[in-house]
C-alpha cells in the first residue's frame, strides 16, 4: 500500500449505529488529519493531529470522537449521528516542517446515516 | 465569511487552449498556497504549490500565479487536455500550522 488508504470506502449507518473510519498513512509524515466534505460547501477540517497530539479541534460534536495511536494511524468513531452527518470524510497526512503544509489526501469514506 | 473564495463554480474550455482557474484569500497572513484536483469518488490529489516569497511556480502544463497585493492566485493549465476534467480546489494556510483553508471548487470540463 502507497500513500494515505481509508476504510470503508462507503458506509450507511442508522443514527443509534456506533462505527469507526480508519485511515492509515505510508509516507512517513509527522500529521495528519480529519476533514469533512459536504455538498456546495469547502473541505472543513475536523482535527488535527502533531506528533499523535490532538492540536486543533475545530468545535467538532461529540459524537465524533478522533483516536490517533501512532503517526501512522487514525481513526474517527462515529455514535448516534445525524442524518445531516452524511458527507465525504476524508483523511490527510502531511510532513509539518518549518514552513510548508503539503496534506496528500486518501480516497475518502462516503457516510450516509439514516 | 470565507476566507479562501472561488468564485467560478463551473469553466469550460476546448483541449489544446488554456484553463484559467481563480481563487481570491483574504487573510494576509497566509503564506503558503496550493491547488488540488479531485476527480469523483476520490480524494483531493496535489498539484501544485506556492509560497509566498515567489510570484510564479511552474510544473509542466501546470503554472500558478501569485498576486500578494491583489491577494490573488491564479492556475494556468495549458495545454488542457480532456483528462484535466475534474474540480479543481485552492487551500491557503501558515507555515507549518497544520491548519489549510479551501475553497469551494471549480469544475472544470475540457472539450475534445
Known amino acids: 500500500e502507497t500513500g494515505v488508504t481509508q476504510t470503508p470506502r462507503h458506509l450507511v449507518m442508522g443514527m443509534t449505529n456506533k462505527k469507526s473510519l480508519k485511515c492509515e498513512q505510508h509516507l512517513g509524515h509527522n500529521a495528519m488529519y480529519w476533514y469533512k466534505q459536504s455538498a456546495k460547501k469547502p473541505l472543513e477540517l475536523m482535527f488535527v493531529?502533531?506528533?499523535?497530539?490532538?492540536?486543533e479541534n475545530n468545535s467538532v460534536p461529540s459524537r465524533f470522537s478522533p483516536e490517533c495511536p501512532n503517526s501512522s494511524h487514525l481513526f474517527l468513531h462515529l455514535h448516534t449521528l445525524q442524518p445531516e452527518d452524511s458527507a465525504l470524510y476524508l483523511c490527510?497526512?502531511?510532513?509539518?516542517?518549518?514552513?510548508?503544509?503539503?496534506?496528500?489526501f486518501g480516497p475518502g469514506t462516503r457516510l450516509t446515516v439514516l | 465569511d470565507q476566507q479562501v473564495k472561488q468564485n467560478s463554480p463551473s469553466l469550460s474550455v476546448q483541449e489544446g487552449r488554456i484553463s484559467i482557474l481563480n481563487c481570491d484569500y483574504t487573510?494576509?497572513?497566509?503564506?503558503?498556497f496550493l491547488w488540488y484536483k479531485k476527480y469523483p469518488a476520490e480524494g483531493p490529489t496535489f498539484l501544485i504549490s506556492i509560497s509566498s516569497i515567489k510570484d510564479k511556480n511552474e510544473d509542466g502544463r501546470f503554472t500558478v500565479f501569485l498576486n500578494k497585493s491583489a491577494k490573488h492566485l491564479s492556475l494556468h493549465i495549458v495545454p488542457s487536455q480532456p483528462g484535466d476534467s475534474a474540480v479543481y480546489f485552492c487551500?491557503?494556510?501558515?507555515?507549518?500550522?497544520?491548519?489549510?483553508?479551501f475553497g469551494k471548487g471549480t469544475k472544470l470540463s475540457v472539450k475534445p
Open positions: 493531529y502533531n506528533f499523535k497530539e490532538q492540536t
Open positions: 490527510a497526512s502531511s510532513q509539518l516542517d518549518d514552513f510548508t503544509d503539503t496534506q496528500y
Open positions: 487573510n494576509s497572513m497566509f503564506d503558503y
Open positions: 487551500a491557503a494556510g501558515r507555515g507549518s500550522q497544520g491548519n489549510l483553508i
